[in-house]
């Protein structure tokens, strides 16, 4: 068993802590009667993968990617040097843009956290509709409510 | 100019929508001239870009000039393949928003500019959809259709619309995320999002091709378009979506969401993976034919039991996405079966449109949705007959209509590719459409005119609304012309699909033969 | 019972095949990864190319900024274009013109800030934070290029700081200080500031958002003084659109699209 977590899941963690909230996310989206408990799990499902991408820009040692700005001018560069968080490397490739963590991911999850507000939000007014019309956001009582509805007519 | 014309096929709709935003709320009577106007214009650019990959063969437009290196910024592809789709989603909506020009009731017209905004705003999504060369540019886009889409199938007045369009917006959200964690999944094997650039690697990486993330993407992108698209075991959003939604935006819908998904399923086979990934997996194939095969039985067998004509018309489509998936999942040597589903993409948005315009003129002048209602259909309204039939004998598929060859097509990939059931299962289906459409064409046709003893049943179901202020008469009389021209159009589109189907699967085909990995598989 | 056995057996299946995705994955935080450094076979790596060349390019430190709004500034403009699309399909779902009188939910007739002496705590306290928080909003707008920040979270703290004035007030207060008329008439306009900078290097002669081409109109020296500036009015179009749209959809969520009374 601890082999198990230290072969297996340490070195993959952040994954493994993604797919179990998305598992959580889809089993409250799919089980739960409420459809504002819908709604919380749609809101986990999506949250877990933005901490997948996220995951994915992090590097070992790196800070964020706002480059250590000093001006155009030389001196401050020198400057610059003398700090040593910013722009040392800290992979033995020695590769100076290991100093920062990769931007590409942040850049897609900020638009995915956009999107996944806006879902919600139209979410939400779909569910002040509904429960104005049948006073009701408990699925199976909707559902009678629709069929009695049809039944009527 | 000429080089701009890819973008400014989003950006007149877009600009269109943001305009109504302007000014539509102050005079609603300035949305309709903005939205038709914008949409024109993106027509011609459509046809303008098409025309140019066509002659010329598939280009880039690189959206801020960034060309090298490749992926760094988000590009534009523009080939046969969607440039034919393109100029669909144009016609497809420039025919639709004609349809709308009169709004179908009092309340509504509070709603007129929102509705103008939303229609846009989804055009825009799906041009963009359509012409992306960037994987995840591709999900914002879907985003972009998707919330729009859940606005105008909740902008009716009925009380179920709001419950379709929340189990709408669930599965469309879950689709949506599988595909963005797919899209993760390709970004993480491979450290690029440009479309293109994954293609290259996969083709030439043989490790990272064949590595267990790559086939999970594969397959989460797989799942996420198919409950977009409403493939069988998951398209239980789609009869209440589009069944429950206003006249105007079904016709929007229906033609074009789900054929735009088909089609973002054949870019990921063609373009992303590459079919020689794809189909080298054994069984897989298999699978899916199969799969499509209950596809189309469900859907048929389904629409049999239904009484009122949209909803039967929401489980042809679900028939009709089966015919898709299977034909370019059959893995034919010649690729007839990816020929015919991207031709039948085309003929069936045509054909969904002429067939949902039909149900939009019943429900909005006549208040009619259920088949039973139409006794003396074809003497009272000969023209809006007319285009029902063509696009009904096209979904039958009788030659001359488009319905006809794209079965012909698929039928000639699934001999080829030794699928005996997909074939058995597209005539079955075949001949269920034609029981259908013969009982509709009877009723229509000896039925007891409506006119002598209808029990007109207002507010039947939850469509709720009666549009027709002095029509509360239930005498059919022929649609208004603004109505019948998208009819008319559309049904004479069919025939003009059918009649050049050579030309446009040549085009289809040079699509194939572009991408290099396939033209070993064409020769 | 059902849905639960259902969801158990999809959670079951989809999270074997996902954990069976995730076993050739590389270590977390490696550097060497393909998303941070490339692969073989394809194109450079993007991301290191934003590290070590977009400075160059485009003068803005903050690498997330600069890749947002100009490398990938055509998927942050439709990202605006989903919440200007929600707003619009929430007011579509929400919005009724006062004809449905069972929804008004009738707003105390005495109850502005400045006159409520129940509220007069909450209310002074947020008359003190408002300009606060809209300052630092300018100021997160104005310093995405620097530091963490840019248009998308000003423009979410412009709209709670109306929000802000809702809670502690009621929406009538908020209302009369943004009405419906000009949060739409913003929200469609911040997208038309962001297309128009697309569309001006097109009137030019150049392609769709190419910024470089805009040295001319900002007087600047280079095209890559001229990205950067174009970022700036970029964001704000950002901001001014999600501004409206957040504080448009508390409007319209919170007194079920009467605009009217409210919480």
Redesign the interface.
């Known amino acids: 068993m601890v082999e198990f977590l230290l072969n297996t899941v340490k070195p993959h963690f952040n994954f493994w802590v993604y797919v179990i909230l998305m598992m959580i996310g889809l089993w409250s989206l799919i089980a739960k009667n409420n459809l504002i408990k819908k709604m919380m799990g749609l809101a986990i499902f999506q949250s877990a993968i933005i901490l997948f991408y996220v995951s994915l820009g992090v590097k070992d040692g790196a800070t964020i990617p706002v480059l250590d700005y000093h001006g155009e001018h030389a001196d401050h560069n020198a400057a610059a040097k003398d700090e040593p968080a910013m722009t040392l490397p800290t992979s033995s490739a020695g590769n100076p843009a290991d100093a920062y963590a990769n931007p590409v991911p942040h850049v897609l999850m900020l638009t995915a956290i956009v999107v996944g507000v806006a879902t919600l939000g139209v979410a939400l007014a779909l569910c002040e509709m509904i429960f104005k019309e049948f006073d009701t956001l408990e699925e199976d009582e909707l559902l009678r409510k629709i069929k009695a509805l049809h039944d009527d007519a | 100019m000429l080089e701009q014309l890819p973008a400014l096929i989003l950006l007149a709709p877009l600009f269109g929508a943001l305009l109504i935003g302007l000014v539509g709320l102050h005079d609603r009577r300035a949305c309709f001239p903005i939205a038709f106007a914008s949409l024109v214009v993106s027509l011609a650019s459509a046809l303008g870009a098409a025309m140019r990959a066509f002659t010329g063969g598939a280009y880039n437009y690189f959206i801020g000039g960034w060309e090298e290196p490749l992926g760094i910024s988000i590009v534009l592809r523009v080939d046969a393949l969607n440039g034919l789709l393109l100029i669909a989603i144009a016609v497809v909506a420039v025919l639709a928003v004609i349809f709308t020009i009169r709004p179908s009731s009092e309340k509504d017209t509070d709603k007129t500019a929102y509705f103008y905004i939303l229609f846009l705003l989804l055009c825009v999504g799906l041009f963009g959809i359509t012409i992306t060369g960037d994987a995840f540019n591709l999900f914002v886009l879907i985003e972009v259709s998707a919330l729009t889409s859940y606005g105008l199938v909740a902008i009716g007045t009925s009380r179920r619309c709001k419950m379709a369009a929340f189990h709408y917006l669930l599965m469309g959200t879950v689709g949506a995320s599988f595909y963005l964690l797919g899209v993760g999944y390709l970004y993480l094997k491979t450290g690029s999002l440009n479309i293109e650039d994954i293609n290259t690697i996969l083709t030439t990486n043989a490790t990272v091709a064949q590595s267990p993330g790559i086939v999970t993407a594969f397959l989460l992108i797989l799942v996420g378009i198919w409950i977009k698209m409403a493939f069988f075991p998951l398209y239980g959003w789609l009869p209440n979506a589009y069944s429950y939604c206003p006249s105007g935006s079904s016709c929007l819908l229906a033609p074009l969401m789900t054929k735009v998904s088909v089609y973002v399923m054949i870019r990921v086979m063609l373009s992303l993976f590459g079919l020689e990934w794809v189909f080298g997996h054994p069984g897989w194939s298999d699978l899916v034919v199969w799969l499509a095969v209950i596809a189309i039985l469900a859907g048929s067998i389904m629409a049999l039991a239904q009484r009122e004509i949209k909803r039967m018309l929401c489980y042809l489509i679900v028939a009709e996405i089966g015919y898709m998936v299977g034909g370019a999942w059959l893995n034919d040597p010649n690729l007839w079966g990816l020929t015919g589903a991207s031709y039948h993409i085309l003929a069936d948005a045509l054909m969904t449109l002429c067939l949902f315009l039909f149900a939009g003129i019943l429900f909005k002048y006549h208040g009619i949705s259920e088949i039973g209602d139409l006794g003396g259909l074809f003497k009272k309204m000969p023209l809006t007959s007319i285009g029902f039939v063509i696009g009904a004998l096209a979904m039958i598929g009788v030659p001359p209509t488009s319905g006809f060859f794209s079965k012909f097509y698929l039928i000639r990939g699934g001999i080829e590719g030794g699928h005996p059931e997909y074939v058995g299962a597209l005539l079955i289906s075949s001949l269920v459409n034609a029981v259908l459409f013969f009982r509709i064409f009877e009723i229509a046709y000896f039925g007891k005119n409506p006119a002598d003893g209808h029990s007109h049943d207002h507010g039947h179901d939850s469509h709720g609304h009666d549009d027709h202020g002095e029509a509360a008469s239930p005498v059919l009389r022929e649609a208004p012309t603004y109505a019948l021209i998208p009819l008319l159009a559309a049904a004479a589109l069919i025939l003009l699909l059918g009649i050049f189907n050579g030309q446009i699967i040549e085009l289809i085909r040079t699509a194939f033969g572009n991408s290099a990995i396939v033209v070993s598989n064409l020769r | 019972m059902n ?2 056995l ?3 057996i ?2 079951i299946i ?2 074997l ?36 060349e977009s ?1 160059g390019a485009t003068k803005v ?4 900024t600069s ?2 709004a ?7 403009m ?2 605006t ?17 006062g ?1 449905d009188d069972e ?1 008004v939910i009738t707003a105390p007739t005495k109850s502005s800030i400045d006159g409520d002496h129940n509220r007069i705590i909450v209310g002074t306290t947020c008359r003190l934070a408002v300009p606060v928080v809209q300052i630092f909003a300018l100021y997160v707008v104005a310093h995405g290029h ?3 920040g840019g248009g ?1 979270q000003g423009g979410v703290m412009l709209g709670a700081s109306f929000i802000l004035i809702a809670l502690a007030g009621n929406l009538n207060d908020a209302l009369g200080r943004f009405s419906e ?1 000009s949060y ?2 913003l ?3 911040g ?2 500031i962001y ?1 128009g900078f ?2 001006l ?2 009137v030019l002669g ?7 081409v805009l040295e001319k109109f900002f007087l600047t020296d280079g095209p890559e003084m001229a990205r950067s500036h174009s970022m700036l009015g970029v964001e704000i179009g950002v901001a001014l659109t999600v501004m409206s749209i957040m504080f448009a ?1 508390f409007a ?2 919170s007194s ?1 699209g009467t605009l009217k009374g409210g919480l």
Request: aromatic share 14%; proline share 7%; with cysteine.
């Open positions: 849905p639960k259902y969801a158990s999809a959670v989809t999270g095949v996902l954990l069976y995705g995730i076993s050739d994955f590389p270590t977390f935080g490696d550097p060497r990864s393909p998303a941070n450094s490339g692969v073989e076979g394809g194109a450079p790596s993007t991301s290191l190319y934003y590290i070590n400075y430190p903050n690498l997330v890749v947002l100009d490398y990938r500034g055509y998927d942050t439709f990202e274009v989903v919440v200007f699309a929600a707003g619009m399909a929430i007011f579509a779902i929400l919005r009724c013109f004809r929804a620097h530091s963490p998308f008329r739409m008439t929200a469609s306009l997208i038309i297309a697309g569309v290097p097109q150049k392609n769709f958002l190419d910024f470089g959809i319209n969520l079920r």
